[in-house]
């Protein structure tokens, strides 16, 4: 494993995606356009695709809220201070620390002779507990949205 593979793609849009959306006040929105624009000026390569889908998927799992419309987009489902990277993990990568590690099914047949899956567990609930003390607000206090540019009204003589 690469220095910076821990967390997926998709883990990586998420955490960007939703710490943009922090940084904006209370009831204002943003569209999933101004969301891969700004992506894309820190990540060129950003597929706006797969960031809709990641977008979608964080929708349905309640950590954002789409409004439709013309003047629809997103918004935090809650305050960023509740919102965690472990929601954040949870809902994308499906992390289950009850699934036993050597097992392709639900339930560990070596469960109490195993003490590897024991000390895995306790692990992944050391992970889990690390990404819950950082917020969505931790992260947006750190984002820099550059502001649009106002139009200038040309004067003519006449």
């Not at 220095?3 to 904006?24: M, P």
């Not at 935090?76 to 036993?100: K, M």
């Not at 639900?106 to 889990?128: H, N, S």
Request: aromatic letters at 6%; a positive charge.
């Amino acid at each position: 494993m690469a220095i910076g593979q821990f967390f997926s793609q998709r883990f990586g849009y998420g955490v960007h995606a939703l710490a943009y959306i922090g940084t904006k006040a209370a009831g204002e929105l943003t569209t999933l356009p101004e969301l891969a624009e700004w992506l894309r000026s820190i990540w060129p390569s950003a597929s706006e695709t797969y960031l809709s889908n990641v977008v979608q998927r964080m929708a349905r799992g309640r950590l954002l809220r789409s409004h439709r419309g013309i003047a629809g987009g997103y918004s935090l489902a809650r305050p960023s201070r509740d919102i965690t990277l472990r929601d954040v993990v949870e809902l994308l990568e499906g992390v289950d620390i009850n699934r036993c590690n050597l097992s392709l099914g639900d339930v560990c047949l070596a469960e109490k002779r195993c003490m590897m899956q024991r000390r895995l567990r306790q692990l992944e609930e050391g992970y889990l507990k690390a990404l819950e003390g950082v917020s969505v607000a931790d992260l947006a206090k750190d984002i820099v949205v550059p502001r649009a540019k106002k139009k200038s009204k040309a004067k003519s003589k006449d």
